[in-house]
């Protein structure tokens, strides 16, 4: 089976953005009322789902996706603990729900409620209700929660372990995913994602995360940002700054997704990462969206370079399943249970 | 002839840096004396060039590099002024000494005195200075001297333009290039640089700059960051966020350099990237240093990987020399006149 781990619901009925709208407003003006949750019927789900993500993953032949709120919309920039609960929580409850009309299609992913600055209590909170109750197989944790400035501590930093406890009891992953950029010099497709990436990997290879936390594991998006296409660049730095070989101390509990949108992008990360490290992912619908002129098919569809590229029959299982069923477990364990 | 466009004098004698040393403790401590200008003499200039850079440049068959004070020692971060003018100064009148010294093999780029926040009118000084006076041939331009919080505007600020409006007088390029970074989450060499390479790149995309500044050239380092990795995502992007398209918005002024540390990087970068848009470069000595156990050559060798790389006499005649003879009329004026 093929195994997508990147999609966000990017196409959530308008009433979701509504409802986000109305908290933000009130958030400027407090005599507003408190807005109602988002009412959206199963109907609307469906149409949603079903007329845009589910279509072209069959189109594609993808199996299942993980699937989260929309990352650029996750909004840790906004410093209120409050509305960021609120928000995650509505958000992660609409990712249940697609779970529950397409549960052979959909795995959820939680939107966490960091705010930059703020203890994890929140998020903690939030990844074992969405965890526990709703079934969902891991979360999206963001780096950068002031989006765009920098100013939490590199995720080696014990600023972060209330968190990774709490993965580690759920056997649950995350993917590094930043959300919106508030910085105007950083475009936040463009740039902030990418950034956020490379600069996370960079932090791991800096430190030994791992050593304290054997069993957590990261998902690296969108190919790994500049890594995999700097990998010597990687390697000589490590050598010469004495940190520890990039394969233990990193690789060991990190894997880079797909979500590179052309061939020889896809050609350099699948020769240069051992196919244990990297996940199948579209992140369709996502940042780039429309055909690629020159051969008039979708940006996105990076099926079409996986398949394109030379990899193995076991490596190619690596990538479209096997890995992602080792990195999510309680994925695995609920296929399994469904004889798949 | 081999033209290395991306050197730093990172083995520049230690009283250079007991110089900046004493300049920042007296920043901290204004009872302590102005320190004196470091004294250096040619012989020590002389060794530290002809043990490292050329002999090195010699062994690989590279015939002259464009040269500029250590780029991670720049420290724009630091916001004082007077200082940044002081140090911008004493470390490219180092440079020029080298340039004397060594008239046929390195060219004169300079460090601007940037400060975040600050106008630009030392940076247009020191520039009209080195470049008039001194014969440099272009400068660094750092988009974010806060270090890695990037709280300036764009490039495509008008903050910058009295700065373009220089560089176009004088007929002169900028290597973007940041300095050090002052955050404890982004580490400078693997992942500030590569940040800030794939940040302007996007910045010139979302921009229409060279529609006001036509003749204004960039050299994006770092085989461009993310980007040419990254090359289906931009094209995605600006088609779906309706931005001009990029080759004729970007690519007709801005080129990537070569520092990409193995060969399938550098198989992608001139894959993707015409050959129009590429400057050889290696940054030696730079932040990747020693040798590739796996091949036992040295990680920066570059050269070895664009002789390697399918391309042709004509692109590879571009990307040693024409390119940058195009970009640096002031070089090519100069080696005209010299016969070369």
Same mark, same amino acid.
């Given at each position: /089976?093929?195994?997508?781990?990147?999609g966000h619901y990017t196409t959530a009925p308008a009433s979701l953005q509504q409802f986000r709208d109305a908290q933000l407003a009130r958030l400027?003006?407090?005599?507003l009322p408190v807005p109602p949750e988002p009412e959206i019927s199963d109907d609307e789900i469906r149409e949603t789902i079903e007329g845009n993500q589910l279509r072209?993953?069959?189109?594609?032949?993808?199996?299942?996706?993980?699937f989260s709120p929309r990352a650029s919309a996750m909004g840790?920039?906004v410093?209120?603990?409050?509305t960021?609960?609120e928000w995650a929580r509505v958000g992660n409850d609409l990712i249940y729900r697609v779970?529950?009309l397409?549960?052979?299609?959909?795995? &959820?992913?939680?939107q966490?409620?960091? +705010?930059?600055?703020?203890?994890?209590?929140?998020?903690?909170?939030?990844?074992?209700?969405?965890?526990?109750?709703?079934?969902? %197989?891991?979360? $999206?944790? $963001?780096?950068?929660? =002031?989006?765009?400035?920098?100013?939490?501590?590199?995720?080696?930093?014990?600023?972060?372990?209330?968190?990774?406890?709490? /993965?580690?009891?759920?056997?649950?992953?995350? /993917?590094?995913? %930043?959300s919106n950029?508030?910085?105007?010099?950083?475009?936040? @497709?463009?740039?902030?994602?990418? #950034?956020?990436?490379?600069?996370?990997?960079?932090?791991?290879?800096?430190?030994?995360?791992?050593?304290?936390?054997?069993?957590?594991?990261?998902?690296?998006?969108?190919?790994?940002?500049?890594?995999?296409?700097?990998?010597?660049?990687?390697?000589?730095?490590?050598?010469?700054?004495?940190?520890?070989?990039? *394969?233990?101390?990193?690789?060991?509990? +990190?894997?880079?997704?797909?979500? +590179?949108?052309?061939?020889?992008?896809? !050609?350099?990360?699948?020769?240069?990462? =051992?196919?244990? $490290?990297?996940?199948?992912? =579209? *992140?369709m619908l996502g940042?780039?969206r429309?055909? #690629?002129?020159?051969?008039?098919?979708?940006? !996105? !569809?990076?099926?079409?370079?996986?398949?394109?590229?030379? @990899?193995?029959?076991?490596?190619?299982?690596?990538?479209? *399943? &096997? $890995?992602?069923?080792?990195?999510?477990?309680?994925?695995?364990?609920?296929?399994? *249970?469904?004889?798949?």
């Amino acid at each position: /089976m093929i195994i997508d781990c990147h999609g966000h619901y990017t196409t959530a009925p308008a009433s979701l953005q509504q409802f986000r709208d109305a908290q933000l407003a009130r958030l400027a003006d407090p005599r507003l009322p408190v807005p109602p949750e988002p009412e959206i019927s199963d109907d609307e789900i469906r149409e949603t789902i079903e007329g845009n993500q589910l279509r072209i993953a069959r189109e594609r032949g993808h199996d299942l996706t993980i699937f989260s709120p929309r990352a650029s919309a996750m909004g840790h920039d906004v410093p209120d603990p409050a509305t960021a609960a609120e928000w995650a929580r509505v958000g992660n409850d609409l990712i249940y729900r697609v779970t529950t009309l397409f549960p052979d299609n959909f795995a &959820g992913v939680a939107q966490l409620p960091q +705010v930059a600055g703020e203890p994890l209590d929140a998020c903690v909170s939030e990844l074992e209700r969405t965890v526990s109750w709703l079934g969902f %197989v891991g979360c $999206n944790l $963001n780096p950068d929660p =002031s989006g765009g400035y920098w100013n939490s501590p590199p995720l080696t930093d014990q600023y972060w372990f209330p968190l990774y406890e709490k /993965m580690t009891e759920l056997d649950v992953p995350a /993917m590094i995913h %930043v959300s919106n950029s508030a910085n105007p010099a950083v475009h936040t @497709l463009g740039a902030h994602y990418l #950034n956020a990436d490379t600069t996370v990997f960079m932090q791991l290879v800096e430190g030994q995360l791992f050593d304290r936390f054997p069993t957590l594991r990261f998902v690296i998006p969108h190919g790994g940002g500049a890594v995999p296409y700097h990998w010597g660049r990687y390697q000589g730095i490590a050598a010469r700054q004495k940190f520890p070989p990039i *394969e233990a101390n990193v690789l060991s509990n +990190v894997a880079f997704d797909t979500c +590179v949108y052309h061939q020889p992008g896809i !050609d350099l990360l699948t020769s240069v990462i =051992s196919a244990d $490290n990297i996940l199948f992912a =579209s *992140e369709m619908l996502g940042a780039v969206r429309g055909n #690629n002129p020159d051969g008039d098919f979708p940006w !996105d !569809d990076t099926k079409r370079y996986l398949d394109a590229a030379k @990899l193995t029959d076991d490596a190619r299982a690596k990538i479209f *399943e &096997g $890995n992602a069923r080792r990195m999510y477990p309680r994925l695995d364990a609920r296929l399994k *249970e469904a004889g798949r």
